[in-house]
């Protein structure tokens, strides 16, 4: 069978991500970073073939965002339990129990209020739900995101959370083409990280930087980048 292309691309999803592990990887060498920086594949609105196919092309982490599509995609793949499921989109309420039930990982979790209900629906079959808390670094009110000045009291209430371990923290900073400005964002972020790492020992993922800004990301100190668009392609 002859592979699908994103976006009727003549490049296969297998070259996207070795392109895209290419920029990783520079980047890494630019910045003299020895831990390998994770890459988590956004297949949010890309249709099962894909995802397929890069999953035979070695991938393992995806990160989804509409509930719906997300938990038909986890079920049709329930049988690959080699797979990382990712929720990275905004939590409603009356949604939060598919997440909890579905997912190994939510990476914005902004407030207590979303925490506690997804520590009170995960089953307890299942091992506790993996959590970054998502900050809005760059203060920007069409992100979600929780204020620095709530990150204490958010991650002490994780912490404590039977069904819910704190791995670390997410952000989505402001669109901007400004290099500089970026570094700052992810700069700060690092900070927040750094000082939450001294406090709960199980903090370990610094999940910032997309397609179009991983690099500065990566200098900042991510360890995981979230790709999409230069994997999959453009949204239909």
Same mark, same amino acid.
């Given at each position: ?8 691309? $003549?490049?296969?999803?297998?070259? @996207? ?5 290419? @920029?990783?990887?520079?980047?890494? %060498?630019?910045? *003299?970073?020895?831990?390998?920086? %994770?890459?988590? =594949? ?11 196919? =890069?999953?035979?092309?070695? !991938? ?17 793949? !329930? ?12 939590? !409603? ?13 939510? %990476? ?38 929780? $204020? ?6 958010? =991650? ?13 923290? $997410?952000?989505?900073?402001? %669109? ?7 570094? *700052?964002?992810? *700069? !700060? ?32 100190? =991510? ?11 453009? @949204? *239909?």
């Amino acid at each position: 069978m002859t592979p699908l292309r994103a976006n009727n691309n $003549m490049v296969t999803i297998a070259e @996207r991500l070795n392109n895209a592990y290419d @920029r990783i990887t520079k980047a890494e %060498q630019n910045n *003299q970073i020895s831990d390998p920086v %994770q890459l988590l =594949a956004v297949s949010k609105t890309k249709p099962i073939e894909l995802i397929q196919q =890069a999953y035979d092309a070695g !991938q393992r982490l995806f990160g989804e965002s509409y509930v719906q599509e997300a938990v038909d995609k986890v079920i049709h793949f !329930q049988h690959y339990r080699d797979i990382d499921w990712h929720f990275i989109g905004p939590i !409603q309420s009356n949604k939060s129990r598919h997440i909890a039930e579905h997912f190994s990982w939510v %990476q914005s979790v902004d407030r207590i209020k979303i925490a506690r209900r997804l520590s009170e629906q995960r089953p307890t079959n299942l091992k506790p739900l993996n959590i970054l808390i998502q900050v809005n670094i760059s203060g920007d009110e069409k992100k979600s995101g929780c $204020m620095v000045e709530e990150l204490a009291d958010l =991650a002490e209430f994780i912490e404590s959370s039977k069904q819910l371990t704190l791995r670390g923290l $997410m952000t989505i900073t402001a %669109q901007t083409d400004d290099e500089t400005l970026q570094l *700052q964002y992810f *700069q !700060q972020m690092k900070d927040c990280f750094d000082k939450l790492k001294t406090q709960y020992p199980n903090i370990d993922t610094l999940s910032m930087g997309m397609s179009g800004d991983l690099e500065p990301a990566i200098a900042a100190g =991510a360890n995981m980048v979230r790709i999409g668009t230069d994997i999959f392609g453009k @949204r *239909q």
